[in-house]
């Protein structure tokens, strides 16, 4: 069975921060909210206005909410996907910070077609976002799964030509 990994956080164009990472394999849900502990004010001001507008803007997770660290969380995801022949994602920055991180064989969806959930779709029961119309990891996660239950990719994930 196909295992997604998203992940929602912030990006400054060179580094991705998570803040919410997801393993998801079909109805087995894992979800970590991300403390971020760097003081916020040791952040350069360009990367400080963007991680204030995702956080009221995008996925509405403030810096420094959250309940595990990222070396906790990162641990969790590892065990996860340790038997994983690839995991799947979408976006090219998610899609290198997970390569970089696990080392594992990372399908960015972005190249083959994969939609993007429409906003006005778009509505989270997850308790970790404050804001309303919040990205969340595990709706995306489910969202990719299903796309990837349409059968285009082998257990190793190699695109079947149609
Ligand atoms: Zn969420």
Not at 4 to 16: D, I, L, R, T, Y
Not at 47 to 76: C, P, V
Request: proline share 2%; aromatic share 12%.
């Amino acid at each position: 069975m196909a295992c997604v990994v998203e992940v929602q956080g912030f990006c400054n164009g060179k580094n991705f921060i998570p803040k919410e990472m997801c393993v998801l394999k079909g109805k087995d849900v894992h979800c970590f909210h991300i403390k971020c502990v760097k003081n916020i004010s040791s952040v350069g001001e360009k990367e400080r206005k963007m991680i204030s507008w995702a956080a009221n803007h995008y996925h509405g997770m403030s810096w420094d909410s959250g309940n595990f660290l990222i070396d906790e969380a990162t641990q969790k995801v590892r065990d996860l996907i340790a038997n994983e022949p690839c995991i799947y994602t979408k976006g090219r920055e998610k899609a290198l910070y997970l390569a970089n991180t696990f080392n594992k064989k990372v399908i960015d969806l972005s190249l083959f077609g994969c939609p993007s959930i429409r906003k006005k779709e778009y509505k989270t029961n997850c308790p970790h976002h404050k804001t309303f119309n919040s990205h969340c990891a595990v709706d995306s996660a489910k969202y990719l799964f299903e796309f990837l239950s349409n059968g285009h990719f082998d257990v190793d994930g190699n695109f079947k030509k149609a």
